[in-house]
């Protein structure tokens, strides 16, 4: 099984900073890495797949890169509604996992 | 826009069985695989079953191997989970997933979730 291990677990900061948050594997994923983005009491949302594509209709604030093993989402300038927990997923082979998460908080 | 909708959440006791069922608002549902991925109270997300569009290739999570089954009929466009010995460790909020078309291991609907709480 991958293990994906992101960092930090928690991040303090305010709108309009730039952040970025980790995520590594703990074997090569290629491209095949996810980020989503779930909000208190609301199911995930699919912001990157495939390390660097945004999902429809989110914003161009948000990026992601990386290759193999490591991966960054980078949020360019945080707006009030972007504070939430964010998960990476790959999904290079079954089992699929997550990462524990990365809480932004203010 | 596809929606999906799960029912079957609920209360049993440990060793008790409970079956999840995912309604799929599309006239394509035969164009992608489903999954259910779960979190517990507080947790993170883990993903606990996939099927593919013809059901022949079905995957498990060590954690449910053998006491989970996931089943899709196409003609009622439903995905249905049964839990069987469930444990405390299976209390979750389990999200219905759609995986992107013909993309297997990237969710883009999710369901809003059904609650399953296990406890004596």
């Known amino acids: 099984e991958i293990v994906l291990t992101q960092s930090p677990a928690t991040l303090s900061l305010s709108p309009g900073e730039r952040v970025t948050l980790s995520c590594r594997a703990s074997?090569?994923?290629?491209?095949?890495l996810n980020w989503y983005q779930q909000k208190t009491g609301q199911p995930p949302r699919l912001l990157i797949y495939?390390?660097?594509n945004r999902a429809a209709g989110v914003p161009a604030r948000f990026s992601g890169s990386g290759s193999g093993t490591d991966f960054t989402l980078t949020v360019s300038s945080l707006e009030p509604e972007d504070f939430a927990i964010y998960y990476c997923?790959?999904?290079?082979?079954?089992?699929?996992?997550f990462g524990q998460g990365t809480k932004l908080q203010i | 826009e596809v929606q999906l909708l799960e029912s079957g959440g609920g209360l049993t006791q440990p060793g008790g069985s409970l079956r999840l069922s995912c309604i799929v608002s599309?006239?394509?549902?035969?164009?992608?695989?489903m999954s259910w991925v779960r979190q517990a109270p507080g947790k993170g997300l883990e993903w606990i079953s996939f099927?593919?569009?013809?059901?022949?290739?079905?995957y498990y999570a060590d954690s449910v191997k053998g006491r989970f089954i996931v089943t899709r009929d196409n003609s009622k466009n439903t995905v249905v989970l049964q839990m069987n010995s469930l444990t405390v460790e299976d209390t979750a909020v389990y999200y219905c997933?759609?995986?992107?078309?013909?993309?297997?291991?990237?969710?883009?609907?999710w369901g809003q979730g059904t609650v399953v709480t296990v406890s004596s």
């Open positions: 599309t006239f394509s549902f035969t164009s992608f695989g």
């Open positions: 099927v593919s569009v013809g059901s022949g290739t079905t």
């Open positions: 495939d390390t660097s």
């Open positions: 074997q090569s994923v290629a491209e095949y």
């Open positions: 997933a759609k995986s992107a078309d013909g993309v297997w291991g990237r969710v883009d609907v």
């Open positions: 997923q790959h999904r290079d082979s079954w089992p699929y996992t």
